[in-house]
């Protein structure tokens, strides 16, 4: 149990991210283009958060 916290405290935005590409190419293949895109803009948001969180973490 203890592993898997230490993992989902390091990698929680690369999976969230990722959980958010796979819902943004769902929402398009599904129809809904507009709604895809903007899902899609999600991923790169959530991982510039994630680098600058870990590097005020660092300081």
Known sequence: ???IMLFW??????VLAF???LYS???WFLGNQL?????G???PSILGFYI???MINKN
């Open 25 to 27: 190419v769902s929402l």
């Open 35 to 39: 709604e895809g895109i903007f899902v």
């Open 19 to 21: 959980l958010s590409f």
């Open 52 to 54: 600058v969180i870990s």
């Open 9 to 14: 405290g390091k990698y929680y935005p690369i």
């Open 1 to 3: 149990m203890k592993k």
């Open 41 to 43: 803009i999600w991923v």
